[in-house]
């Protein structure tokens, strides 16, 4: 678990810098981007009517930085772009323009390991008669805060539990299209109460037919037989379980996005979590029994490892420039 350890160090060091600024820096707490002004994040506000809020009409994306650098930033604005193109909203700024926005953000903020959350909303006119082909004023919102975690630092090296739901199944992509990211949790809340209530902290939701879906924010992976094994119907195709696939792909592994059963969590090698918030998130009992020896198992650390070795990869990341508040120019590799 060395690796890990030198991951979570450099965390650790870098969070007790910024919380240093805390008392100087309004931002260094979160920053919030609102109709084109930087505000302290406790201090944003939101119209109480805009249909977002009352409706959950929306659609959003979670980036992050890390150690100063934006991570798959690109892929996560491609896909917020297809998620508001399936709920008929339209991303307000060019993505470009959002880009320099956020990295002013963060460089602004100081914060070198950041959460990053961008939302589109319908605005203030709902979609109740409306006429064929009329435009709405969508609205945009973004915020930037001290990274979060699914599952905390000293966790990881452990692993967390999880139950699969037995009060509660992923809602039907037939009801809302998995695929959009969005936030109608009522099932996903549901879960996480069921999960403390059985004694655990993580959820795996199924369809309804026995198969597994996704949990409350993080996509699940299964390893069996030295392959690996994700959901393919009933989720959010995460960038955080794309970087999983192209980390596996490059060690050697086999990756089946496929229907998965329920019966396989129970009878797994090894499983994990992902999600941006979080990365690799090592899952060592299920249902209060221990996932085969009930320690990480050695191509979770593989994953684990990988996964956070290609944050400093020019082909995944760009440096944020903090002086400047642009991003920094790469010679070797693509800037994202």
């Known amino acids: 678990m060395a690796t890990m350890d030198k991951i979570f160090a450099g965390y650790h060091s870098r969070l007790a810098v910024l919380e240093a600024t805390f008392d100087k820096n309004p931002l260094a707490r979160g920053v919030a981007w609102i109709e084109g002004e930087l505000v302290p994040l406790h201090e944003a506000r939101i119209p109480l009517?805009?249909?977002?809020?009352?409706?959950?009409?929306?659609?959003?994306?979670?980036?992050?930085?890390?150690?100063?650098?934006?991570?798959?930033?690109?892929?996560?604005?491609?896909?917020?772009?297809?998620?508001?193109?399936?709920?008929?909203?339209?991303?307000?700024?060019?993505p470009a323009e959002v880009q320099k926005i956020l990295v002013e953000m963060v460089a602004k903020s100081g914060i070198r390991d950041a959460f990053v959350e961008l939302i589109v909303t319908r605005g203030m006119k709902g979609v109740r008669g409306h006429t064929p082909g009329q435009k709405f004023k969508n609205n945009l919102y973004m915020f930037i805060q001290p990274f979060i975690w699914v599952m905390e630092p000293e966790v990881q090296p452990v692993g967390g539990k999880a139950v699969i739901?037995?009060?509660?199944?992923?809602?039907?992509?037939?009801?809302?299209?998995?695929?959009?990211?969005?936030?109608?949790?009522?099932?996903?809340?549901?879960?996480?109460?069921?999960?403390?209530?059985?004694?655990?902290?993580?959820?795996?939701?199924?369809?309804?037919?026995?198969?597994?879906?996704?949990g409350s924010g993080f996509n699940i992976v299964l390893i069996k037989d030295g392959v690996l094994y994700t959901p393919d119907r009933g989720v959010?195709?995460?960038?955080?379980?794309?970087?999983?696939?192209?980390?596996?792909?490059?060690?050697?592994l086999t990756v089946k996005v496929e229907f998965v059963p329920v019966e396989m969590a129970y009878n797994s090698d090894e499983i994990f979590m992902c999600t941006t918030a979080g990365g690799i998130m090592p899952i060592t009992e299920l249902d209060h029994h221990p996932v085969k020896d009930g320690k990480v198992g050695p191509i979770t650390k593989q994953i684990w490892d990988a996964y956070w070795k290609i944050h400093w990869d020019p082909t995944f990341s760009f440096e944020i420039d903090y002086a400047t508040a642009t991003a920094k120019a790469v010679t070797n590799g693509t800037k994202h």
């Open 49 to 94: 009517l805009d249909e977002g809020f009352m409706h959950s009409d929306l659609t959003y994306d979670v980036p992050s930085v890390w150690d100063g650098r934006f991570f798959r930033l690109d892929d996560h604005l491609t896909r917020l772009q297809a998620s508001c193109a399936k709920m008929r909203l339209q991303l307000p700024l060019p």
């Open 165 to 214: 739901a037995r009060t509660v199944k992923r809602i039907s992509p037939g009801s809302f299209d998995p695929t959009v990211k969005n936030l109608q949790w009522g099932d996903l809340t549901r879960g996480l109460f069921e999960a403390v209530d059985r004694g655990a902290v993580y959820p795996f939701l199924t369809d309804g037919d026995t198969n597994l879906t996704e």
């Open 236 to 252: 959010l195709e995460g960038v955080t379980r794309k970087s999983v696939i192209d980390v596996a792909k490059a060690c050697g």
